[in-house]
């Protein structure tokens, strides 16, 4: 019988929390997700798993028995909009899926809860009446809770990429589990991360672009579904690009050739753009992971990911936690 741990994965998108937890030992029973190209790219890299594509508030366990008594439920949520915390309605849809998450736990019972999203969501007063909401709902079941914040530069990503995380685990687990540590002692820099991809077409200068790229990406983000193609951000993300050599205004189709002559210009607009595969490394999926869709349509896949190392670390912890006390 095998002893790795089952999981309930919500709000999937590109699979990088899930991908990150099958690497530390969990196996999913179901995964679900509303976009059809996040669909699709679950099914591509992973054939075997059980992609559900539908609307996490219209879901409904009974019809998914495997569901029932797994041993995590996780979630990467779009990040709460501080408006739906004080009650706009034209701003809840990203509450309505935590509520859901929430609602969820009553159904399916399982041993952990792991919930990602933005770091104001941990301790910000902004945020407090979601807060007790959670502690309500999860504490009247007989979990415990730990709020944190991780910065996925701390796990061997090459981005300063902070994010909220709420584990929850009924009482007999609770004691054993404690946040995971840093695994690298050091940032890892961009430069090192793209060199091999900016110097695969013969591009003479990769090596010295490179050298200057000397720390890690700001923040990876994905966007609105309101809003046009993809970018790399807002201004001042834009300005932090800049300072590594790279123009944050799009998406570069390819990287640099041999013909391609560095400019080595102040101007972001004369700067190297990188591409939708290479902001894929940036989030530290595998070489091999394809996010699958039209190119804006990946971008944002990728920049609303848990990067997988991220997500390695927390099951492995999760997973130290659940393994401690032998199941009911």
């Keep these: 019988m095998s002893d790795r741990l089952r999981f309930v994965d919500v709000c999937s998108g590109a699979g990088g929390l899930a991908s990150g937890l099958e690497s530390a030992g969990f196996s999913p029973v179901l995964l679900l997700d509303h976009k059809p190209q996040a669909c699709e790219t679950l099914l591509t890299n992973r054939p075997q798993w059980n992609v559900i594509c539908e609307d996490l508030i219209s879901f409904l366990p009974d019809e998914h028995p495997e569901t029932f008594d797994v041993d995590l439920l996780s979630a990467g949520?779009?990040?709460?909009?501080?408006?739906?915390?004080?009650?706009?309605?034209?701003?809840?849809?990203?509450?309505?899926?935590?509520?859901?998450?929430?609602?969820?736990?009553?159904?399916?019972?399982?041993?952990?809860?792991?919930?990602?999203?933005?770091?104001?969501?941990?301790?910000?007063?902004?945020?407090?009446?979601?807060?007790?909401?959670?502690?309500?709902?999860?504490?009247?079941?007989?979990?415990?809770?730990?709020?944190?914040?991780?910065?996925?530069?701390?796990?061997?990503?090459?981005?300063?990429?902070?994010?909220?995380?709420?584990?929850?685990?009924?009482?007999?687990?609770?004691?054993?589990?404690?946040?995971?540590?840093?695994?690298?002692?050091?940032?890892?820099?961009?430069?090192?991360?793209?060199?091999?991809?900016?110097?695969?077409?013969?591009?003479?200068?990769?090596?010295?672009?490179?050298?200057?790229?000397?720390?890690?990406?700001?923040?990876?983000?994905?966007?609105?579904?309101?809003?046009?193609?993809?970018?790399?951000?807002?201004?001042?993300?834009?300005?932090?690009?800049?300072?590594m050599g790279v123009n944050g205004g799009s998406l570069a189709d390819e990287v640099p050739g041999v013909e391609y002559v560095w400019p080595r210009s102040d101007d972001p607009a004369q700067m190297v753009k990188i591409t939708v595969d290479q902001a894929a490394l940036l989030q530290s999926f595998p070489p091999d992971w394809r996010i699958m869709g039209r190119k804006t349509a990946r971008y944002r896949q990728i920049g609303h990911a848990t990067p997988p190392p991220v997500g390695r670390a927390l099951g492995a912890a999760i997973a130290t936690a659940l393994r401690s006390v032998h199941r009911a």
Excluded at 80 to 94: H, I, P
Aim: hydrophobic residues 45%; glycine residues 8%; neutral net charge.
């Design 77 to 243: 949520l779009p990040r709460v909009k501080a408006s739906a915390a004080v009650g706009r309605a034209d701003s809840d849809q990203e509450l309505r899926l935590l509520t859901a998450t929430i609602y969820l736990v009553h159904s399916i019972q399982p041993r952990a809860l792991l919930l990602e999203n933005l770091p104001a969501l941990v301790d910000s007063p902004t945020y407090a009446g979601i807060r007790d909401f959670v502690r309500a709902e999860l504490t009247h079941l007989g979990y415990r809770l730990c709020w944190f914040v991780l910065d996925a530069a701390d796990f061997g990503v090459p981005q300063e990429r902070r994010q909220g995380v709420l584990v929850a685990l009924k009482e007999p687990w609770f004691d054993a589990f404690t946040p995971p540590e840093p695994t690298v002692e050091e940032p890892v820099p961009v430069g090192r991360v793209l060199l091999p991809s900016m110097r695969s077409r013969g591009w003479h200068d990769a090596e010295a672009w490179a050298a200057q790229a000397s720390a890690v990406a700001p923040t990876l983000v994905g966007g609105s579904e309101n809003r046009g193609g993809a970018d790399l951000g807002p201004s001042g993300t834009k300005r932090a690009w800049a300072r």
